[in-house]
């Protein structure tokens, strides 16, 4: 059996594909041309089995699939499993359509870079290991999703840097155990991660030109940092749980928090712009609030629960501001009501009263 004779650069060094050419060609299925492909009638069928034979081979090498450019890639229900751990990377890579992981199992770290991907799909997948996706444009100009990862399951982490998603990201009901990142990464779509289930969230230099929705998510440590989110959509936290929450935006932010349960952590304001944070009806413990008297509105207390909330610390601030914690820099989403207001004072003397504060 000839050898595949396309050479591609790694590491630094020339080094020639592993796998065998394709029958009477002089390339393998991955690197062949189009045309080529379409002369040897090469299905999807024929690069699923291609995938498979190269797990069951015994060259780790020929789980790296670099300088490939293929219309699609359905991998969906198979079980990536493997004497070793080594990588499982598509580097140099595109896909013109979906690559599509629908229900597969992987035990071997995944790494996406440098990659071209019109579509990426992972609903109900299962990672042992780590995924990273790098320097990748994922997506394509006619916008949808371009990244859906509905029920998928990370057991180590997922990590995506200097990407751009041309379209939505999708990671609803997903649980990640240990690290979820966004890193100087662009969304243009939607952002949706509703009731996700997630160790450590940090979202850092991250635009999320659609706004983002975390609604219903659990989190150990959430951290947004130098994010941007279009003027006219918020960064939806309702119904959230965070044992620590640190927001500190690029510029304006809308933050809603309502029914949110934030148990410590800060929520800051930008150095040019105002973020402003809804807390209707959330439960806020030791957070710190980067405010004065005058710009204490950005921070909507009502109806609001205290457990362990630091009174103390804002007795000047409070005082300067008349002890009025109700007033809203925006139109406030639940309307004012008599009701309201009695409960949203009894609720914050109790909860000073609670931290021994009178």
């Known amino acids: 059996m000839t050898e595949c004779t396309h050479r591609y650069e790694a590491a630094g060094d020339e080094r020639t594909c592993p796998r065998p050419a ?25 690069l699923r089995a291609a995938v498979v034979a190269d797990l ?7 789980r790296d699939y670099v300088d490939v450019h293929l219309p699609e890639l359905d991998l969906s229900a198979l ?35 440098d990659a071209e991907i019109g579509r990426l799909v992972v609903d109900r997948a299962s990672f042992e290991m780590e995924v990273t996706v790098e320097g990748s444009a994922i997506g394509t100009s006619v916008g949808g999703t371009a990244l859906r990862a509905h029920r998928g399951s990370f057991d180590r982490s997922f990590q995506i840097a200097a990407t751009r998603f041309e379209g939505g990201v999708d990671l609803a009901a997903c649980r990640i155990d240990g690290w979820l990142s ?19 969230a940090q979202f850092v230099s991250t635009t999320f030109e659609s706004g983002a929705e975390f609604a219903g998510t659990t989190a150990g440590h959430a951290t947004f940092q130098g994010v941007v989110v279009s003027e ?13 929450l640190r927001v500190r935006p690029a510029g304006d932010l809308r933050c809603r ?13 930008p150095d040019e712009g105002v973020a402003a944070y809804d807390l209707t009806h959330a439960t806020v413990g030791d957070i710190d609030i980067d405010s004065d008297a005058d710009s204490f509105d950005r921070y909507r207390f009502y109806r609001t629960g ?10 000047s601030v409070l005082r300067d501001a008349q002890w009025c914690i109700h007033d809203y820099v925006h139109e406030p989403a ?25």
């Open 22 to 46: 394709a029958a009477d060609l002089e390339k393998c299925v991955f690197h062949l041309q189009p045309e080529e492909r379409a002369a040897a009638d090469v299905t999807g069928a024929d």
């Open 56 to 62: 069951d081979a015994d060259d780790p090498a020929r």
């Open 79 to 113: 079980v990536v499993d493997g004497d070793d751990v080594g990588h499982l990377t598509f580097r140099d890579v595109t896909v013109a359509g979906t690559l599509d992981l629908t229900g597969t199992v992987v035990r071997h770290p995944i790494a996406i870079e």
């Open 182 to 200: 966004f890193d100087d990464t662009t969304v243009v779509g939607g952002a949706h991660f509703p009731n996700l289930a997630v160790g450590t």
């Open 232 to 244: 006219d959509a918020p960064l939806d936290l309702t119904e959230g749980r965070f044992e620590e």
């Open 257 to 269: 928090l309502a029914e949110a349960t934030v148990s410590a952590g800060r929520l800051d304001q």
């Open 306 to 315: 205290f457990d362990g909330f630091p009174f103390t610390s804002y007795h």
């Open 334 to 358: 639940e309307p004012v009501t008599v009701e309201g207001l009695e409960q949203t004072y009894l609720e914050a003397k109790q909860g000073a009263a609670d931290i021994g504060d009178s």
